[in-house]
């Protein structure tokens, strides 16, 4: 394994045990992610994009969730391997996530200097006045002022509360911070006021960061690499500038092809033809092939496995494939 790995996710898959059967939620994903690295992560609803973030965090509810197999190496550590007792070290300290309805991270009955607090104090030894001036200077930092510190959660506006999520999230200066949809609750001008404070952030910390989103414009804001994922695996990797020139999975192409363009009046967005699969079905072959407008006899039957197109781009379809 390279040194600079911050976090290396090999082989994972994750599944769902349902009453419609199970759900392979996440099939043989690798991915890796590097010192001070933003990495996007992008696809469809369903795509499996939460579900690793929880792997990660060792957070799968299980039952129904079930990690079958797989490595998710953090600082050259398995996460899947250690204690309990130490993964609850990690979690919040070393590695931090910020969900989609802040309102899922903070208390309703709860103060948020004390939520803010409640962190710094698991994991650092300090007193609590120093922890509430922390908190205060947290709270400055993501633009609120320490003057509401004793406020209720619904005393803030949505963004407002986001802000505080994120607040918490740096307590205790993380490696890397994991953000699902952070701003797709929010309303649109204020999503881009809090990316806009992510990205600054992140730069001032030199905390890596895994983005998830659905939203292309996001990760051209503020990722380093993409990572697109389709019915639980990565289909396309790269370097965002490389994606961006020479999208290359069919997939990824019919999502370029979906942003709506400025300098057009075209009314209608040519989308993906076809839905993604149904969450118990097993797909034989490639698991794009049935929505594939290129694709070819043997994406029924075989599963395409990594091309490198060059250093710093992979593309998982036969297309490609001894080119
Ligand atoms: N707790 C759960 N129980 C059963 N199925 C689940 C559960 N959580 C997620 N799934 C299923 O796993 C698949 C991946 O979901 P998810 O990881 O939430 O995708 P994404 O975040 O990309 O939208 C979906 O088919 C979803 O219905
Ligand atoms: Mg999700």
């Given at each position: 394994m390279e040194n600079n790995k911050l976090l290396q996710i090999m082989d994972l898959c994750v599944t769902y045990k349902t009453q419609e059967g199970l759900v392979h939620?996440?099939?043989n994903l690798n991915l890796e992610i590097s010192d001070k690295e933003t990495l996007g992560f992008v696809g469809e609803t369903g795509a499996g994009k939460t579900t690793t973030a929880m792997a990660i965090m060792r957070l799968i509810p299980c039952p129904p969730g079930k990690i079958e197999k797989g490595k998710i190496f953090f600082e050259g550590e398995d996460l899947l391997k250690i204690s309990d007792r130490k993964m609850r070290k990690i979690q919040g300290k070393d590695i931090s996530m910020i969900f989609q309805d802040p309102m899922t991270s903070l208390?309703?009955?709860?103060?948020i200097s004390e939520q803010i607090m409640e962190m710094i104090l698991l994991h650092k030894k300090i007193n609590k006045k120093e922890a509430y001036a922390e908190a205060c200077k947290l709270l400055e930092l993501v633009g609120i002022k320490k003057e509401r510190a004793d406020d209720y959660p619904h005393q803030f506006s949505g963004g407002m509360k986001q802000r505080v999520v994120i607040a918490i999230s740096l307590a205790c200066s993380p490696k890397l911070i994991i953000a699902d949809?952070?701003?797709?609750?929010?309303?649109v001008t204020i999503q881009a006021q809090v990316l806009s404070l992510m990205k600054d952030l992140k730069d001032e910390f030199g905390t890596s960061m895994i983005l998830i989103t659905h939203d292309l414009g996001v990760v051209a804001e503020i990722c380093d690499k993409v990572a697109i994922m389709y019915a639980g695996s990565v289909v396309e990797y790269a370097s965002k500038e490389k994606l961006y020139l020479n999208p290359s999975h069919p997939y990824t192409k019919g999502l370029f092809n979906s942003i709506p363009k400025l300098d057009t009046d075209e009314e209608f967005l040519e989308e993906i033809d076809g839905l993604p699969p149904e969450p118990t079905d097993v797909i034989s072959?490639?698991?794009?092939n049935p929505r594939?407008?290129?694709?070819?006899?043997r994406c029924e039957k075989e599963k395409p496995g990594i091309t490198y197109l060059d250093k710093e781009h992979y593309v998982c379809c036969f297309l490609y494939e001894n080119k």
């Open positions: 939620a996440v099939n208390n309703p009955v709860m103060r949809e952070p701003t797709t609750a929010l309303d072959g490639c698991a794009f594939c407008p290129y694709c070819m006899e």
